[in-house]
């Protein structure tokens, strides 16, 4: 019988109990335990690992749809591999993960994480020598390379949609416009989904130059006085400081365009996960579920037309623009960001929603 662990790490994001409960109930199916960690690395480097054994009965179905994860995402200030770094204890860390799974005794883990824990965990293989390693993709970013889809995406941009939709009734109200502030870090795939799917005059995100005075023309031939400019928060602005939101805002009053800068801020992690993302979620799972079966290891699943697959963490970290952090240097992250030839562009370009200077 095989001893499975599960992992949530990094920001949290709608879906992230639905992995779990589509994990607990396929490895039952195939007659294996199941063991979620508490807390991400944080209870995983704990001597004994902070692990409790999870079974169909104690997970009520009910629970699957819920935002965030009852296993949590660490990051409690204790210790993990930032402070670890910083403390100067980055072998004992990485030495005391090891050991943990060890004293599990597990086959496997399933990893359910963002590209920095993907990057972290490629870079620190030797900790998941003794088992099988598969990642599962999760964040409201989506900005991990080689996955047409990452879970908790879905459920963002339809968190957004909701928000906006109720902001449109007081800016019609008032003849205001609103500039929408998104999350996305410096990837603008959630800005630019949500921004189509509300019919935003306008989208600028952190992969597209713009320009001010060519948003503000843009708004002044719209036939409306209202409506929602969206902006992911990886933008800036030349000689501007502050949230990118306030800097548009600021910059639009001075136009004599009257609106307000909103910001929906960490309800894009909430909210019931869609359907989509529950979908996503049990596709991807069934396919770590597999590729334990089949002994593979430091792999990712990926969907790619429908289809789930694997993909080796070697190619996830190959395929991505590699991001560093000066003070960490082990800390290099794989990311993936909008390209030009996004179909998504073209299509928001066709019904004249200001994009910025696009080629
Ligand atoms: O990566 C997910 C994300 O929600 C980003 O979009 C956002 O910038 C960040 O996490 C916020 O992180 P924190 O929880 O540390 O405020």
Not at 145 to 170: S, W
Not at 257 to 265: E, K, L, Q, S, V
Not at 286 to 311: H, S
């Amino acid at each position: 019988m095989k001893k499975i662990g599960i992992m949530t790490t990094g920001g949290d994001c709608s879906g992230l109990n639905t992995v779990i409960n589509r994990i607990v109930l396929g490895a039952c199916a195939r007659g294996w335990r199941t063991f979620g960690i508490i807390d991400g690395t944080d209870g995983l480097c704990h001597m004994p690992a902070n692990a409790i054994e999870l079974t169909p009965e104690s997970i009520p179905i009910e629970n699957a749809r819920l935002a965030g994860s009852f296993l949590h995402n660490g990051n409690s200030g204790i210790m993990n591999f930032e402070i670890a770094v910083k403390m100067g204890k980055i072998a004992q860390f990485n030495r005391n993960l090891k050991r943990s799974l060890s004293t599990l005794k597990l086959d496997a883990l399933i990893l359910v994480g963002g590209n920095g824990s993907f990057s972290l965990a490629y870079k620190n293989n030797d900790i998941y020598s003794n088992l099988s390693l598969i990642c599962i993709p999760k964040t409201i970013d989506f900005d991990i390379p080689l996955t047409d889809r990452t879970i908790g995406f879905d459920t963002a941009v339809n968190e957004l949609v909701k928000y906006c939709d109720q902001v449109l009734l007081t800016a019609r109200s008032h003849h205001r416009w609103f500039v929408v502030q998104t999350m996305g870090r410096e990837c603008g795939r959630l800005a630019l989904n949500a921004g189509v799917a509300i019919g935003a005059d306008a989208i600028i995100i952190p992969e597209i130059k713009f320009n001010i005075d060519d948003l503000v023309k843009h708004i002044r031939c719209v036939h409306r006085d209202y409506g929602i400019i969206m902006v992911s928060e990886g933008i800036t602005l030349r000689g501007h400081s502050g949230r990118p939101a306030d800097m548009i805002s600021r910059a639009l009053t001075a136009a004599g365009i009257t609106n307000r800068a909103a910001f929906p801020d960490y309800i894009q992690r909430s909210g019931d996960t869609t359907a989509a993302d529950r979908i996503t979620a049990t596709k991807m799972v069934a396919c770590a579920l597999d590729a334990i079966e089949n002994r593979e290891t430091n792999v990712m699943t990926a969907l790619r037309g429908g289809e789930c697959v694997t993909v080796p963490l070697a190619e996830f970290y190959a395929a991505g623009d590699i991001s560093r952090d000066p003070n960490i240097p082990d800390l290099c992250t794989s990311n993936a960001y909008v390209e030009p030839d996004d179909p998504l562009l073209d299509a928001a370009c066709a019904m004249d929603i200001y994009i910025g200077e696009m080629k």
